[in-house]
């Protein structure tokens, strides 16, 4: 048979098997790496207890370099062996395995095993798209056969992108992943600064495919769904779904199959095409020239900090808390000054400055309105205090040391700091005998408040606290919208959006975006009830006030014990 009749007959196959609607569900799989029976026989295992699938998509490396791997492809190429499943592969992504593609066209390598070709879009006769591109991104001209071009790209994306109808496809397979895939998102567990190719997000940006698969890294990473529109700007349009698969047979056991079921585009509902999932993301690849530089910022900057001696009145003793001080150019310590009044650190060069408000702020920490004699902790980016008229004697606030109105819009330093005080009160509570319960009311707010409230183990289980929210949400005809564990708050509540938010000690996140009114509160009210503190009286912080002095007593004695948790704290 000639390359053409290969080329016209892998065509033919691979339309036939995209005729359906809607398909059964499909595979793709990871790097394979030559290691062809590993994975058939995982295949055939799985098809025995879930019926047959479709056909299989390999993304990454297909052949490996051994002469086990050789002698294994032998079997396949000779017949002598059969793949189970219509195996659909993508070109080398090494000088070594070139030598296995007869050359840039597609064509079947064995029985049930074809090579898609360089890149390309295959359509079926139900309308499912398959966009392709082989190889890894060229760094020089001419490119090795492994790589792929701009004009490769641009092959690939014209034809589809310059017709009016065009609204994405429903897969796309290439081999490296596309650079800040993660971006907005969970992070994968790979090198960052190394990984990806920016046409490849440039391709993906472009092609908009509802999923995404690639390999290379020796990770499986599924980032959550990201939206292809702008809210309130464009249309809604469906979101695409990136999955990166590891190798076959992987001694650490990382998924190196994906399982999924898909109804070509084409002939969905546009109103089911576009709903949009509740972990959804902004788009990785169309983040502002402000957030594409800022890691460059967090580098080239040091962050203004203030540093105070919570020594004193408050009783700590000799004790200052902070940051470690550096030295002055001509040597000379920085030390802080007394009773919380505010040191500003010079920096060699010009430090970037945390947010300021616009108006007089009380948590703003350099703000002269703040009550310093309630402060607890303070980091680089947040600091904590004591709670105004808590509920219990632990109940503490999170704060960022800028003003900031919300979680949504916090940096990423300043999330990450955040993180490292919930970590550290939990292990405090814990000792205590107590679980924390975190919330947040971006509502008739000006300047962030993460609330933590301990509530006794003994008291009430976790199931009990969420069922207590979602009850007492549901009295006040609002609904409480359960969101995933490792999802952030920005990926659901774009900056401006009024909601309030809890999260509790198993990371579970309970979510609700507030409509008009909402009672400010509630959050308190929740905790005070009788199902859970049965503290009804302190509801309202007002009615829990304390005089200047216990609130000194109290904080030295919360200070005092906290302290072998903050991570702040040195001597």
């Not at 292809?228 to 190196?256: C, D, G, M, W």
């Not at 980091?379 to 003003?403: E, F, Q």
């Not at 993180?419 to 947040?440: D, P, T």
């Not at 509801?539 to 200047?548: M, T």
Request: hydrophobic share 35%.
């Amino acid at each position: 048979m000639s390359q053409t009749d290969h080329v016209k007959t892998h065509r033919r196959c691979l339309c036939c098997l995209l005729e359906s609607k809607p398909l059964k569900i499909q595979l793709a799989c990871g790097d394979v790496e030559g290691r062809l029976n590993a994975l058939f026989n995982r295949v055939q295992a799985i098809q025995k207890k879930t019926g047959q699938f479709d056909l299989l998509l390999c993304v990454g490396e297909f052949f490996g370099t051994t002469a086990e791997a050789e002698a294994e492809w032998q079997q396949y190429r000779t017949g002598a062996r059969k793949a189970p499943i219509h195996t659909y592969i993508l070109g080398a992504a090494s000088q070594e395995t070139v030598n296995n593609f007869p050359g840039a066209d597609g064509c079947e390598l064995a029985e049930n095993i074809t090579y898609l070709g360089r890149r390309g879009v295959f359509t079926g006769v139900s309308g499912l798209q398959i966009a392709y591109v082989s190889g890894r991104e060229a760094s020089q001209e001419p490119a090795p056969a492994h790589c792929f071009t701009a004009k490769d790209l641009s092959a690939l994306v014209a034809p589809l992108t310059s017709s009016s109808k065009f609204r994405g496809v429903d897969i796309l397979l290439t081999s490296q992943w596309p650079r800040g895939v993660w971006h907005f998102a969970n992070n994968p567990e790979v090198n960052t600064k190394f990984c990806g190719s920016s046409s490849v997000a440039n391709l993906a940006d472009k092609l908009k495919p509802r999923y995404h698969f690639a390999a290379l890294e020796g990770a499986h990473y599924e980032r959550l769904p990201y939206r292809n529109h702008v809210v309130l700007q464009e249309n809604a349009q469906h979101v695409s779904r990136f999955i990166a698969l590891a190798t076959v047979n992987n001694p650490a056991k990382k998924k190196y199959l994906y399982a999924f079921n898909i109804i070509p585009m084409k002939t969905m509902n546009p109103t089911e095409l576009v709903k949009q999932p509740q972990d959804v993301t902004e788009n990785p690849y169309r983040r502002s020239s402000k957030d594409k530089t800022e890691a460059l910022k967090m580098e080239e900057e040091e962050p203004n900090q203030f540093f105070f001696d919570l020594s004193g009145k408050q009783g700590a003793g000799a004790r200052g808390r902070g940051r470690k001080r550096h030295s002055d150019r001509d040597g000379r310590g920085r030390d802080g000054q007394h009773d919380g009044d505010r040191h500003h650190q010079g920096q060699p060069k010009q430090p970037r400055r945390h947010p300021q408000p616009s108006g007089p702020c009380w948590f703003c920490l350099a703000s002269p309105q703040v009550e310093k004699h309630l402060v607890i902790s303070i980091g680089t980016h947040c600091y904590l205090a004591l709670a105004k008229g808590g509920l219990t004697p632990h109940h503490m606030l999170i704060l960022p040391i800028g003003h900031y109105q919300s979680v949504v819009d916090l940096s990423s330093e300043v999330v990450e700091e955040m993180e490292k005080y919930k970590s550290a009160l939990r292990s405090f509570y814990k000792s205590k005998g107590e679980r924390c319960v975190l919330f947040e009311r971006n509502y008739r707010s000006q300047h962030l408040q993460l609330q933590v409230v301990p509530v006794p183990l003994d008291r009430c289980t976790t199931e009990d606290i969420k069922e207590a929210f979602t009850v007492q949400a549901q009295e006040q005809q609002m609904e409480l919208m359960e969101i995933p564990q490792h999802t952030e708050l920005k990926q659901i509540a774009p900056p401006g959006t009024p909601y309030f938010y809890v999260e509790l000690d198993s990371g579970e996140k309970l979510f609700y975006r507030i409509q008009k009114h909402f009672p400010l509160q509630f959050g308190r009210e929740v905790l005070a009830s009788e199902a859970l503190l049965n503290i009804p009286t302190r509801a309202d912080w007002k009615e829990c006030k304390q005089s200047r002095e216990e609130e000194e007593e109290s904080c030295k004695q919360l200070r005092d014990d906290f302290q072998p948790y903050d991570f702040a704290w040195e001597d």
